[in-house]
């Protein structure tokens, strides 16, 4: 039976040949893991769609997450961009964000001292 090396001496060989220049990864796509990679989708994805709907995408995050959990499950498309600006609109998804401590904390405005 052969004798099996470590694996780092089996993987010299390739720490020894620089990488060419553009197979090099980019530091923001290694995510450590699978779930790592599946979130990055995720907010990705949610960002060049409110960019494709002119939406500003701070805004939507925050209340995006104000209103995930309180939100029915049976009404969540209505969250995504595309449908964003009418959900905005209805009087449920308002009051839920008047109600967010959370948004109304983000959203103090500095009065002007006079």
Known sequence: MPRRRPPAARQQHLRAAPAPRGARPQNWLFLGSD???????????????CQLHSIEPWAYLRDLLCLLPSWPKSRVLELAPAFWQQTLQQEDAQQRLAANVFRRV?????????
């Open 35 to 49: 779930e790592g990679a599946h979130a990055n989708t995720v907010f990705v994805t949610l960002l060049a769609s």
């Open 106 to 114: 983000s959203l103090v405005e500095q009065a002007p001292t006079t």
